[in-house]
């Protein structure tokens, strides 16, 4: 892929999750846009051969899980 064709790729993801969060109306449709995005990045980098995206994306919610919860 050029890389003025990844600059098209990311420029027309990011309209996409942009236009999706701005239709979002309450935060839990806001968090399960920017969970669905985070989702698509770690199955791409996962398809791209780079595996570690699905490990980071897995701690970072368990993180977040104790952090908030009591």
């Not at 050029?2 to 600059?7: L, S």
């Not at 239709?23 to 806001?30: D, H, I």
Request: proline content about 3%; glycine content about 4%; hydrophobic content about 35%.
């Amino acid at each position: 892929m050029t890389t003025q064709a990844k600059a098209n790729r990311r420029k027309n993801q990011a309209e996409f999750w942009n236009d999706k969060q701005a239709r979002a109306t309450t935060p839990e449709q806001r968090v399960a846009v920017w969970f669905d995005a985070c989702r698509m990045l770690a199955r791409n980098a996962v398809k791209n051969g780079r595996p570690g995206l699905d490990d980071a994306l897995a701690k970072h919610l368990h993180d977040f899980f104790q952090h908030h919860n009591g």
